[in-house]
């Protein structure tokens, strides 16, 4: 069946980096983009980004420029995110969404928790 | 960016009861590329809704979305005990998609 299947929970200090992972099964993984979103303790969901598993192509809300980067991986079927600078802020779990062109967020992975902390 | 307001912030109803969601945009939402999505506790969101009015495979026909504009609405007809939870709605016509900031939908 189709899923996404998120790599486990991280701790991490603060200034340090994460990498979270991402792995696509049962559909052909180039024909969506998978987008990233960030749910912090108790609160709403925010967009982190986009990345094209056709082309690469990325696009990141301004909030997170310069800080995050995502990547993917077509030989393994695999998207990551990479956030740096860590901040206590950041500490959420983070989810990998399946996102076609012009469609909604059909297919999501786990989460995974990742915690900012000294 | 568009800016979505959910209202109310939490709606208390009874199993058996009606629940009306709304959400607003502060622009037009292109080409009603509105969802919805479901979210329980320690899960992920599920997309109940796209394209403002499609639902999602799987999923009741007690669900159903319609709206245009800046303007859409989620309508559950008879609320089952598994449909309290927190829904979001989501605008993915232009970058970046952005989320309300949810309803929370709580038993009476």
């Known amino acids: 069946q189709v899923q996404l299947v998120q790599s486990g929970a991280e701790v991490k200090k603060p200034g340090a980096s994460v990498k979270v992972s991402c792995k696509a099964s049962?559909?052909?993984?180039?024909?969506?983009?998978i987008s990233w979103v960030r749910q912090a303790p108790g609160q709403g969901l925010e967009l982190m980004g986009w990345i094209s598993a056709y082309n690469g192509d990325t696009n990141y809300p301004q909030k997170f420029q310069g800080r995050v980067t995502m990547t993917t991986d077509t030989s393994t079927t695999t998207a990551y995110m990479e956030l740096r600078s860590l901040r206590s802020d950041d500490t959420a779990v983070y989810y990998c969404a399946r996102k076609g062109t012009g469609r909604a967020f059909d297919i999501w992975g786990q989460g995974t928790m990742v915690t900012v902390s000294s | 960016e568009i800016v979505l307001t959910q209202s109310p912030g939490t709606l208390s109803l009874s199993p058996g009861e009606r629940a009306t969601l709304s959400c607003r945009a502060s622009q037009s939402v292109s080409s009603s590329y509105l969802a919805w999505y479901q979210q329980k506790p320690g899960q992920a969101p599920r997309l109940l809704i796209y394209?403002?009015?499609s639902r999602a495979t799987g999923i009741p026909d007690r669900f159903s979305g319609s709206g245009s504009g800046t303007d859409f609405t989620l309508t559950i007809s008879r609320l089952e005990p598994e449909d309290f939870a927190v829904y979001y709605c989501?605008?993915?016509?232009?970058?970046?998609?952005?989320f309300g900031q949810g309803t929370k939908l709580e038993i009476k």
């Open positions: 989501q605008q993915y016509g232009s970058s970046p998609n952005t």
């Open positions: 394209g403002a009015s």
């Open positions: 049962g559909y052909t993984f180039t024909t969506y983009g």
